[in-house]
């Protein structure tokens, strides 16, 4: 059985991660395997630097995606792939070997996977998660402060040097190609069930 490929993008703070975390809960482990671009970045010292000598983590070139999609076309053969963790420049963090196995639904994550025509050529289902302006800036500074202690001032210069003109030129003008948009203003649980729905009629058809 082929596995059934599913795109999921969306903004910064738009809610993938959220929403991807409560559609696998409603699935065996066995039966879901998801693959993030947040895995593939290039090296620190191989990333652009803008006109303030501050480095870009958001356009596409940041992402290795050739790795990124030769390790999904494996697990659409059936092959196991193995990738060490990307840690956020955390030094205090201990990278970990992940291991993804092929499944009946393999999801693939991250903000450029429509970008990546390669990539894009790949999906069966495109999902996007979009939301507000205001409210995905809320959401950066509360991941970005807490999980990854960066100082405001820099998530704030980020957001609007950085991750902004991604979204307007790499990501927003991908939507129009998604089969299903989500808006995550206020909560996505019809969007999930519609989702869930599908796969899993998916699943009982295969």
Do not use: W
Request: contains cysteine; hydrophobic residues 35%; proline residues 5%.
């Amino acid at each position: 059985m082929r596995s059934l490929i599913i795109g999921i993008t969306g903004g910064s703070g738009s809610g993938k991660t959220s929403f991807i975390r409560q559609l696998r809960k409603q699935f065996a482990p066995e039966e879901i395997c998801l693959i993030s671009q947040d895995d593939y970045y290039l090296p620190r010292e191989m990333q652009l630097v803008d006109a303030k000598g501050i480095i870009n983590f958001d356009l596409p070139t940041s992402i290795d995606a050739e790795a990124f999609t030769r390790d999904v076309q494996k697990l659409i053969k059936g092959e196991k792939v193995t990738r060490e963790e990307y840690t956020f420049n955390n030094s205090d963090a201990t990278p970990r070997l992940l291991s993804f196995h092929p499944a009946p639904i393999l999801l693939v994550e991250g903000l450029f996977v429509f970008y990546y025509e390669p990539m894009c050529q790949l999906l069966d289902l495109k999902l996007f998660l979009h939301a507000k302006e205001n409210l995905k800036v809320i959401r950066r500074i509360k991941r970005d402060r807490v999980e990854r202690n960066y100082p405001l001032d820099d998530v704030l210069y980020r957001y609007e040097n950085h991750v902004l003109p991604t979204f307007e030129k790499y990501i927003k003008p991908y939507m129009e190609d998604a089969d299903i948009v989500i808006n995550n203003n206020r909560k996505f649980d019809m969007g999930l069930e519609v989702v869930t729905g599908f796969l899993k009629h998916h699943l009982e058809q295969h």
